[in-house]
Every structure is written in structure tokens, then in C-alpha cells.
């Protein structure tokens, strides 16, 4: 009797001491979540503590989009690629409004220009310079530095003389943010007019663009492509709440 006792004992230590099987994938949040023989959570849901549970870097995110802020109506789409490579240059034409945008991925060259470029052959000047009707502006973004936010106002121009090409992108401000320092800067407003709904993009890290644009009149529609999707708290705006598409 007594051996049987002691056989059991021993099974049950032996049964105790056997790592629990981890749970299936998508089903921690954390370490605390795991049985203590599979500690490691990784960064897709699972429990364990070898290949590829913990040793394989997870996926990069897929780039987004922002909302469109502006109109489809009297453009053309235009979009950027859904990338990752920083941007190194954007150009932007305006004068009473916002006519056309063009920008230059990291070791790449210009892409076209999207809207209408009434400053055709002219050469680009530093920004700001207000004022003048078709200024060619070209922002530089140097190697630790990114665009991290677009900003300005959409409608129908009604202070300076082109409200009659109808709704559009009446101002355009680009914010840069050195990403060593965190120290920003704004370039812009560009273009002139005063009238519009005021719009601003989720802050992250802005790589491409999208919307639509006329060569007859200026741009109707922009919106801009983020390496990853932007975290944090939606900022609600009156053309709508940040969304992931």
C-alpha cells in the first residue's frame, strides 16, 4: 500500500512538473497571459518561447491613407505609391489657391506634377513667399527630418479671385519634424485666400500623396499616405474623423 502511495505521489509530481501546452495563436495580449513554460508573447497574439514565436521580427505594418480633404468633383485621381521610402523634396505652385503638388521619394527623381502648373519653365523659391499668383515653392526634407503633418483649408475661394473654378484646396501648410530633436516647423500657408474649411491630418510620418487635381483650374482633393498608420487619439476635424482605409 505504501508503494502505491509513493508510485502515485511521484506521477502526480511528474504531472504537475509537464509545461502546459501554449494557447492558441491570438490569445495574449502579454507575458501574463502565458503558461510560465511559454513566457514569451510576441507581437503576433502567441504564447512560446522558440521559432517563430519570438525569434522572427514581426511584419512591418502596411502603409494607409488619410481621408481626402477637398472634392472629387471637376479632378482627376492622382496617388502615390503605398511605400515606406521618406520623402526627400516637395514642391508645391500657388498663388490665390493651391494649383499643384509634386514630390521626390529618397534616391528617386520628381514625380510628375499633379494639378496646374501656370509656372511652367520658372524656377523653384524657397518658402514662404506669399503673394504672387503660380510661385513655384520647393521644400527640402533633409535625411532626419519628415513631414508629419498637412494642414490648410478646403471650399470655394471667396476673397481673391478664383472661387469661380468652383470647390478646391484653397490653403496648403506642410509641418516638418526633425525626428532626433522633435523640434517642428510649418512651411506655408500657401496659397492667399482667407475663406474655407479648416483641415488637418493625423500626425505620422507622410511619405506619399493622393487626390484629385484639374490642369484647367487648381487642386480640388488631397490627402497623404503614411508609412504606418498613425496611433493615438482620432482628431476629429470638420471634414471628418482620421480614418484607416
Not at 16 to 35: H, V
Not at 184 to 201: C, H, I, V
Request: charged fraction near 10%.
Amino acid at each position: 500500500m505504501l508503494l502505491r502511495a509513493l508510485a502515485l505521489f511521484a506521477l502526480c509530481l511528474l504531472v504537475s512538473a509537464t509545461p502546459s501546452s501554449p494557447p492558441p495563436p491570438g490569445s495574449c495580449s502579454s507575458d501574463a497571459d502565458c503558461p510560465e513554460a511559454y513566457p514569451c508573447c510576441s507581437p503576433w497574439g502567441n504564447c512560446g518561447n522558440e521559432v517563430p514565436w519570438c525569434s522572427s521580427p514581426p511584419p512591418p505594418p502596411p502603409p494607409c491613407k488619410s481621408p481626402l480633404y477637398g472634392t472629387t468633383s471637376g479632378g482627376t485621381p492622382f496617388s502615390g505609391s503605398l511605400t515606406s521610402t521618406p520623402l526627400e523634396g516637395l514642391r508645391i505652385i500657388s498663388g490665390c489657391v493651391v494649383d499643384a503638388i509634386q514630390w521626390k521619394p529618397s534616391g528617386s527623381s520628381w514625380t510628375q506634377m499633379y494639378g496646374t502648373n501656370s509656372c511652367s519653365g520658372c524656377l523653384p523659391k524657397p518658402p514662404p513667399q506669399a503673394g504672387l499668383r503660380g510661385t513655384l515653392y520647393e521644400i527640402s526634407v533633409s535625411s532626419d527630418e519628415y513631414i508629419y503633418k498637412l494642414s490648410g483649408t478646403t471650399g470655394t475661394d471667396k476673397t481673391c479671385g478664383a472661387g469661380g473654378a468652383g470647390e478646391g484646396v484653397v490653403s496648403l501648410t506642410v509641418h516638418v519634424k526633425n525626428m532626433k530633436t522633435g523640434v517642428t516647423k510649418t512651411y506655408g500657408p500657401f496659397g492667399d485666400s482667407k475663406s474655407g474649411t479648416f483641415f488637418e491630418t493625423a500626425p505620422g510620418n507622410i511619405v506619399s500623396f493622393f487626390g484629385y487635381a484639374s490642369t484647367r483650374s487648381y487642386m480640388k482633393g488631397i490627402g497623404v499616405i503614411y508609412s504606418t498608420c498613425p496611433s493615438g487619439s482620432v482628431r476629429i476635424t470638420p471634414m471628418g474623423a482620421f480614418s484607416i482605409i
